[in-house]
């Protein structure tokens, strides 16, 4: 599912202007800086396909990457990332609204990937992204990212405790990864739960 090349394919701005859905697709979302970009690029083994957060133009947008003439079974999109302090109101109504819009009517989004710091663990901010994909009933999973910041043990009390946050939510998948893109922590296990999900 992962060999092939991945190429950006698509950038939204708008609802009007999706691509086809032409196969099945993941997305993933997190504040900004939660390490996004490194796991996406982890994940597909290219180091600058999703542009880190010093890029501001693509990150406003919805980005849709595809493994173009290779595996197309799966589309990878990244939503842009929430909880910038010095984005202005307006703006932020804007991505909601493109936010919203996209989770209701993409019939072709298997699941969406919420990541979380795991140093800072689920905050008011991803609280309300969780709401809004558990009232939209899109399927999620919580993915703790930068892991190999934590002890072990410590890694294992994390995943316990947002474990415990989500447990009541009701599009929330029960599982949650520990994740490290710098360290390659999880990322095989991350893979091997996205197959999972496209078989199911
Ligand atoms: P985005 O804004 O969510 O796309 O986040 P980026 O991928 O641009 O990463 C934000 C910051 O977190 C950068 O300074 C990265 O070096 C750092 N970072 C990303 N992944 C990891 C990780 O696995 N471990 C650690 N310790 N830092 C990471």
């Known amino acids: 599912l992962f060999e092939g090349p991945w ?46 957060s010093h890029t501001p133009g693509r990150t406003q947008q919805l980005n849709f ?58 905050k008011d901010v991803d609280g309300d992204v969780l709401e809004t994909l558990d009232k939209a009933a899109v399927s999620y999973q919580v993915i703790l990212t930068k892991g190999d910041a934590l002890k072990k043990s410590e890694q294992e009390a994390v995943i316990e405790a947002t474990a415990e946050k989500i447990r009541r939510r009701p599009a929330a998948f029960p599982e949650v990864l520990l994740t490290s893109s710098e360290k390659g922590l999880g990322i095989p296990e991350f893979r091997a739960a996205i197959a999972r999900t496209l078989a199911e």
């Open 65 to 122: 990457f595809r493994q173009v003439g290779y595996d197309e079974r799966l589309t990878i999109v990244d939503m842009p990332g929430y909880g910038y302090a010095a984005v202005g109101k307006e703006k932020v109504a804007a991505w909601t609204k493109l936010i919203h819009d996209y989770l209701r009517g993409r019939a072709n989004l298997m699941r969406v990937y919420v990541l979380i710091d795991a140093r800072h663990g689920i």
């Open 7 to 52: 190429d950006f394919v698509w950038a939204s701005t708008r609802i009007d202007d999706l691509p086809p859905m032409v196969s099945q697709e993941i997305a993933f979302a997190g504040r900004s800086n939660v390490g996004k970009s490194s796991l996406i690029n982890a994940l597909t083994r290219r180091n600058a396909l999703a542009r880190t």
